[in-house]
Protein backbone atom coordinates (compact mmCIF):
# COMPACT_ATOMS: atom_id res chain seq x y z
CA UNK A 1 0.00 0.00 0.00
CA UNK A 2 1.46 3.67 -0.97
CA UNK A 3 1.92 6.23 1.61
CA UNK A 4 0.11 9.38 0.83
CA UNK A 5 2.52 11.20 -1.22
CA UNK A 6 4.59 8.80 -1.75
CA UNK A 7 3.75 8.53 -5.81
CA UNK A 8 1.94 11.67 -5.76
CA UNK A 9 3.32 14.75 -7.70
CA UNK A 10 2.94 18.56 -6.93
CA UNK A 11 2.06 21.72 -8.37
CA UNK A 12 6.02 23.56 -8.57
CA UNK A 13 4.48 26.88 -9.01
CA UNK A 14 2.07 29.06 -7.80
CA UNK A 15 -1.88 29.01 -8.60
CA UNK A 16 -1.12 32.21 -10.86
CA UNK A 17 1.70 31.18 -13.00
CA UNK A 18 -0.32 27.75 -13.07
CA UNK A 19 -3.08 29.40 -14.78
CA UNK A 20 -1.08 30.92 -17.08
CA UNK A 21 0.79 27.27 -18.29
CA UNK A 22 -2.85 26.04 -18.16
CA UNK A 23 -4.44 28.49 -21.07
CA UNK A 24 -2.07 27.50 -23.30
CA UNK A 25 -1.94 23.86 -22.60
CA UNK A 26 -1.87 21.34 -24.93
CA UNK A 27 -3.56 17.83 -25.27
CA UNK A 28 -5.67 15.05 -27.51
CA UNK A 29 -8.73 15.71 -25.42
CA UNK A 30 -10.05 18.12 -22.73
CA UNK A 31 -10.48 15.60 -19.92
CA UNK A 32 -5.56 16.06 -19.80
CA UNK A 33 -4.04 19.11 -21.32
CA UNK A 34 -0.35 19.34 -21.07
CA UNK A 35 2.45 22.10 -20.90
CA UNK A 36 6.39 22.61 -20.31
CA UNK A 37 7.14 25.26 -17.19
CA UNK A 38 10.19 26.76 -18.55
CA UNK A 39 10.55 28.29 -14.60
CA UNK A 40 11.02 24.87 -13.58
CA UNK A 41 12.17 23.29 -16.27
CA UNK A 42 9.02 20.13 -16.03
CA UNK A 43 6.32 19.46 -17.82
CA UNK A 44 2.79 19.79 -16.26
CA UNK A 45 -0.32 17.93 -16.48
CA UNK A 46 -3.60 19.30 -16.13
CA UNK A 47 -6.36 16.89 -15.17
CA UNK A 48 -10.09 17.81 -15.97
CA UNK A 49 -12.32 17.80 -12.66
CA UNK A 50 -15.18 19.44 -13.59
CA UNK A 51 -17.73 19.99 -10.29
CA UNK A 52 -20.17 20.97 -12.26
CA UNK A 53 -21.46 22.49 -15.45
CA UNK A 54 -20.41 26.12 -14.56
CA UNK A 55 -17.31 25.71 -13.17
CA UNK A 56 -14.77 23.99 -15.29
CA UNK A 57 -12.22 23.05 -12.99
CA UNK A 58 -8.54 21.28 -13.58
CA UNK A 59 -6.22 20.13 -11.05
CA UNK A 60 -2.26 20.96 -11.64
CA UNK A 61 0.87 19.18 -11.21
CA UNK A 62 4.38 19.04 -12.37
CA UNK A 63 5.40 15.34 -14.14
CA UNK A 64 8.63 13.92 -14.77
CA UNK A 65 7.55 13.05 -18.69
CA UNK A 66 4.72 13.56 -21.17
CA UNK A 67 2.94 10.77 -23.89
CA UNK A 68 5.00 10.88 -26.70
CA UNK A 69 3.15 12.90 -29.27
CA UNK A 70 2.32 15.43 -26.79
CA UNK A 71 6.11 15.48 -25.65
CA UNK A 72 7.02 16.29 -29.50
CA UNK A 73 4.57 19.08 -29.69
CA UNK A 74 6.20 21.01 -26.80
CA UNK A 75 9.80 20.39 -27.55
CA UNK A 76 9.12 22.13 -30.89
CA UNK A 77 7.27 24.70 -29.22
CA UNK A 78 10.23 25.43 -26.17
CA UNK A 79 12.82 24.09 -28.15
CA UNK A 80 13.92 21.83 -25.30
Known amino acids: MALWGE???ILECSDEEAQ???NT??????KTLYNYDENN???IEFKYENVNEYNITYHGYHVGDV???IKKRLEEK???
Do not use: E, M
Not at 25 to 30: E, K, Q
Open 67 to 69: PPP
Open 20 to 22: VLL
Open 25 to 30: AIGDSV
Open 7 to 9: DAN
Open 78 to 80: FNI
Open 41 to 43: KKY
